[in-house]
């Protein structure tokens, strides 16, 4: 199993980014999946969810308006478009897969919002 993020950088505030998932090793279409965030010093928080279907989405009240979750099964991919960036959303941001069996992570991708 493998979940493996891309597209994390550094951006001016207002400026956006788009971060992949890129998934292998499991029924990605059956998955549940979501995207977690850990600033320096922090606790992992949530950020943002998408149905296996992509019917259903839940953003945290944080980035809500801002960001997107996207997924693209035919690709095994799962996206977060993020606009708007504010230095407060500087953090290693994690995808996370929701299977029927258990939860598998990525390994981050770094997120830097500084002008």
């Known amino acids: 199993v493998q979940l493996v993020e891309s597209g994390g950088g550094l951006v001016q505030p207002g400026g956006s980014l788009r971060l992949s998932c890129a998934a292998s090793g499991f029924s990605f279409s059956s998955s549940v999946m979501s995207w977690y965030r850990q600033a320096l010093g922090t606790e992992r928080e949530y950020v943002a969810t998408i149905s296996s279907g992509g019917g259903v989405r839940n953003y945290a009240d944080s980035v809500k308006g801002r960001f997107t979750i996207s997924r693209d099964n035919a690709k095994n991919t799962a996206y977060l478009q993020m606009n708007s960036l504010k230095p407060e959303d500087t953090a290693v941001y994690y995808c996370?897969?929701?299977?029927?069996?258990?939860?598998?992570w990525g390994q981050g991708t770094q997120v830097t919002v500084s002008s």
């Open positions: 996370k897969a929701l299977t029927v069996r258990e939860a598998y």
